[in-house]
């Protein structure tokens, strides 16, 4: 069977609403949602009620309701009292009874009667006073409360049945064999009834007054399309007053003089938990506790939405008083006497869920971590859901918070953050300052290279020896246009297409480009190396621009006139240097001036010169 209380992720907005009003730390935060914890949890349904999203709801039990109509078994309907504070929208009370039984239930009852009942035991108790005091147990709130976090009251608890349980043990003896359902106020009577599966107080379902009018709706049930009929016997008298404070004891007619009296009657989750405290550590408090978890059955969280409390009690109130004048007060008690021998005992057990307390040291560690070293820093704001920092501090050494929950420290996280974003912001913004001046700096760089380049590339087609510089795989790099017009038509088409031959294979234009290669691989240069092909006689110097990657390399027609012309001139001169060389080797072997060696070889030089220019 699924948990009495469940959490819807996609639902919750994380406003820890719940948290603040759960009694029992049963909801954590985790996974970015709220998680109920049903080992904690006591089935109060305050988170219900309060959760705006409707991100919390409670087990359904309106299938396995159905599930019981239609077999060889009568099924019972028990209501509670608070149903003539639910339906304050019909007319009178034998309307709805009607409607109930439409639906499918063979037997209508009300549990006032259980409470009459109830209400007796408690009288015969507290009447026989042995020096303990007593809490009731008629709200199963509150003995799940006592039994998980106040183990040290268990004693303390009437062991007397709640009053639904005791109008099931009557409907089960004068019925027999019939499957029970009870419609209540009440969550945590879904839960409660478990405890009681195996006795003759097993109930079959527990709906609440919202899954009844559920059922209604789907069912198509109205008041105007209804007779009138009343609820099957017993029917109780007083006893339908226990919605309202301090009603069980209206039921035994226990007047509540503060002067004569040893009950305090206590409701609101607040005086709840206030009133146990207080029983738990001050043994002067003698009196018994009647206590009411909600602020009466009326306002509990299977009613209807809407706080109309007061407007409930009036209409109880009423339902009560017209009532007693049609009950059959003799009938009545018969009914009390034929069912007083019922066991309406019951025990507990405690099922301690209280979580270990951290030292002083461990939550003051905590403090710190969220900045709040300074008392004046922990006054707390209740936002968390808990009501001071140190609480929450407490809560989270326990493992049920996290300090995102925590307002003020995740604002000053959040500004602590903002602060780096906005730093970042400024970095960015002057990091985009810089790249725009580098970039501006490189589109300048970008022009005085280009200008260069063209320059450089003007520079180079003024030269009429071939230029060309290739890459490690031997595709041209540059060409001027000597190179180009060195290599043919081919050529000249393809600069047109591609500038400088750009890509091209060097293979594809001369025969010994192996020449490349070998200055690629070895980074030994070439200089001044003739080789001929067909009627040209080339002259080649290939060498290292950048090791192993770039190389260039100047070639020259001999063939032609000019460079012919030139290349004479260069090779005399490459003479003279060689021959006063050796004639100064001579000269300073023999003595003897070179000068009139260089004379003669000047001389003939410029014969030399002269001849050509008469030759053409």
Request: glycine share 6%; proline share 3%.
């Amino acid at each position: 069977m699924a948990q009495l209380i469940e959490a819807h992720k996609e639902k919750c907005n994380l406003s820890f609403t719940c948290i603040r009003v759960c009694p029992a730390k049963a909801i954590k935060i985790a996974d970015n949602y709220a998680n109920i914890m049903p080992d904690r949890c006591i089935g109060c349904g305050n988170c219900v009620v309060v959760c705006a999203q409707k991100a919390i709801s409670f087990r359904n039990e309106v299938d396995v309701v159905r599930q019981l109509f239609g077999g060889d078994v009568k099924v019972a309907a028990i209501c509670a009292p608070a149903i003539s504070g639910e339906f304050d929208d019909i007319s009178d009370y034998r309307k709805f009874v009607t409607m109930i039984r439409e639906l499918g239930f063979d037997l209508v009852s009300e549990v006032a009667f259980g409470v009459d009942l109830v209400a007796h035991k408690y009288k015969e108790l507290l009447g026989d006073f042995h020096g303990k005091y007593y809490i009731t147990t008629h709200c199963p709130p509150v003995r799940s409360y006592v039994e998980k976090y106040r183990p040290g009251l268990v004693d303390n608890l009437a062991p007397i049945v709640p009053p639904f349980v005791a109008m099931t043990k009557v409907m089960h003896k004068k019925y027999g064999d019939i499957k029970v359902v009870y419609i209540t106020s009440c969550v945590a009577a879904k839960d409660e009834a478990k405890a009681f599966a195996h006795t003759d107080g097993k109930l079959d379902a527990v709906i609440t007054f919202q899954e009844l009018r559920t059922m209604f709706k789907e069912a198509d049930i109205k008041e105007a399309s209804v007779e009138f009929s009343d609820f099957d016997p017993p029917v109780g008298r007083k006893g339908a007053l226990y919605p309202i404070n301090q009603g069980l004891w209206q039921a035994i007619d226990m007047q509540q003089d503060l002067l004569n009296t040893n009950i305090i009657s206590v409701d609101g989750r607040n005086n709840f938990l206030g009133s146990l405290k207080e029983f738990s550590v001050n043994s002067t408090l003698s009196q018994n506790l009647d206590l009411y978890y909600c602020e009466g059955c009326a306002m509990g969280p299977g009613m209807s939405p809407g706080d109309k409390k007061f407007m409930r009690q009036s209409n109880i109130i009423r339902y009560v008083e017209k009532r007693l004048k049609i009950i059959d007060g003799e009938q009545w008690k018969s009914d009390m006497d034929e069912f007083k021998d019922i066991d309406l005992s019951r025990s507990f057990k405690v099922t301690d869920r209280r979580l270990p307390q951290p030292t002083e040291q461990e939550v003051q560690r905590v403090l710190r971590d969220m900045g709040k070293s300074n008392v004046e820093d922990q006054l707390g704001c209740g936002a968390c859901g808990y009501p001071s920092c140190k609480e929450f501090a407490v809560a989270y050494c326990q493992g049920l918070t996290n300090f995102e929950m925590c307002y003020s420290y995740s604002i000053k996280t959040l500004h602590t953050y903002i602060n780096k974003v906005h730093a970042a912001n400024e970095n960015l913004k002057s990091t985009k300052e810089a790249l725009k001046e580098s970039e501006e700096k490189a589109r300048k760089e970008e022009l005085a290279a280009r200008e260069a380049a063209e320059t450089i590339t003007a520079m180079l087609n003024k030269i009429r020896a071939g230029i060309v510089m290739v890459d490690a795989n031997l595709n041209i790099i540059e060409a001027n246009l000597s190179f180009v017009n060195m290599m043919g038509d081919d050529a000249k088409q393809l600069n047109e297409v591609i500038p400088s031959l750009k890509g091209a294979d060097i293979n594809t234009f001369l025969p010994f480009g192996v020449m490349f290669n070998t200055v690629l691989q070895t980074g030994q240069e070439i200089i001044n190396r003739d080789t001929t092909q067909g009627d040209v006689i080339w002259n080649v110097s290939v060498f290292t621009i950048k090791k192993h990657q770039i190389v260039g390399g100047i070639i020259r027609d001999l063939t032609t006139p000019e460079v012919r012309r030139e290349e004479v001139i260069n090779r005399a001169r490459s003479v003279i240097r060689d021959n006063l060389q050796t004639v100064q080797q001579i000269a300073f072997l023999l003595g003897e001036s070179a000068s009139k060696t260089e004379k003669v070889l000047s001389s003939i030089i410029e014969a030399q010169k002269l001849g050509d220019s008469h030759g053409g």
